[in-house]
């Protein structure tokens, strides 16, 4: 598989050259053999990062790899549109996962890495990474398409909405959880059989009113089948939701959270170690629903992402960067 590398500097280029190697025919615009890479060499460290586009709603691989691993008392700091990055060690290197939230606004993205040694600071880094342009699906729905009348319907009763408070609440607990990076492969499909239906961040209206952003993805899928969870986690929520329905949140460390919305049924419970690939319930049509599906939705440092690219980078498990950057032409 050939990368197409794009080299930058202190201020931006941007070149979208296509990779000549054999693309992976993934359905739906899942692709991985064609991602964008952005490489840097500096004096002490080796830059990559990974992404299926540099756009809204993206998920971006960071990698740094120091160059003399002699300095081990070298500390780098990373910060990504101004907020510190939660890095973990990969062999030689560090990883860390980049959010580009769905409504950033048009124009550059500053990364700052930092980097010290015995506390004294040895130098920092700026650099500005061009947001490409994205455009998310509006879809203009004359007819009224069938939401059970409870949700749509402006008297709910005391009882339901202390029940949908009660439920944020539960949320909010869940994706405060931290902890260290639970994978160190890539994710995978959370369902055998993939048919899209529904995109990330596609405007819909329900029922005349202007509906919200679509936070997630939607399969296809008949009610019953396998959901797999789409890398190692612990389950940090498992529990019917008034919205969301049978709902699954999974933690994969470093502030990296996957849920799975209106499932049949639910075969994991807080707590419990899940691998990738593992069946964590069935899907089905339970809260708000208008068919059995799948929704997958994705979150990282709070900001949520297209569950798809997070799906779509290829390079969690490379050993090194150096590797990478050496192949430079
Ligand atoms: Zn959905």
């Given amino acids: ?62 990698r740094l790899t120091p160059k003399n691993k002699k300095w081990i008392h070298e ?27 769905p409504d950033a606004a048009p124009g550059s993205m500053n990364l700052e890495i930092q980097s010290k040694i015995f506390f004294v600071k040895r130098g920092t880094k700026q650099y500005q990474i061009q947001l490409e342009p ?25 009882e339901t909405l202390e029940f949908i ?7 909010e607990v869940a994706f ?36 919200k952003p679509h936070g997630g993805v939607d399969f296809r899928g008949k009610s019953g089948t396998p959901i797999l969870s789409i890398q190692d986690g612990t389950v940090v929520l498992a529990r019917p939701m008034y919205y969301e329905g049978n709902f699954t949140v999974l933690d994969h460390g470093n502030k990296i959270f996957t849920f799975y919305m209106h499932q049949s049924e639910m075969l994991v419970k807080v707590g419990d170690k899940v691998k990738k690939g593992q069946v964590i ?31 779509s980078i290829a390079g969690i498990m490379e050993e090194s960067g150096e590797e990478l950057a050496s192949s430079k032409k």
């Fill in 281 to 311: 319930g069935k899907v089905g049509s339970t809260g708000m629903s208008t068919g059995p599906h799948l929704h997958l939705g994705a979150k990282i440092a709070n900001t949520l992402i297209d569950p798809l690219s997070l799906i």
């Fill in 75 to 101: 500390n780098f700091k990373v910060f990504w549109m101004g907020k510190e990055v939660i890095l973990s060690k990969q062999g030689s290197s560090q990883i860390g996962f980049l959010a580009i939230s």
């Fill in 176 to 211: 405060a959880k931290e902890s260290g990076l639970q994978f160190s492969d890539n994710f995978k499909l959370p369902l055998d059989r993939i048919h899209i239906t529904s995109k990330f961040y596609v405007r819909r209206d329900y029922n005349k009113k202007k509906g």
């Fill in 1 to 62: 598989m050939k990368e197409q590398i794009l080299a930058f500097s202190l201020l931006f280029f941007s070149f979208s050259l296509l990779a000549e190697g054999k693309k992976l025919h993934q359905p739906n615009g899942i692709k991985n053999s064609s991602n964008y890479f952005v490489k840097k060499e500096e004096k002490n460290f080796f830059l990559l990062l990974e992404a299926r586009k540099f756009g809204r709603g993206e998920a971006i691989l960071f």
């Fill in 165 to 171: 408070k009660e439920c944020s609440k539960a949320k």
């Fill in 134 to 158: 994205t455009k998310f699906q509006v879809i203009q729905k004359n007819q009224t398409i069938k939401v059970d009348e409870k949700f749509v319907t402006q008297e709910l009763s005391k």
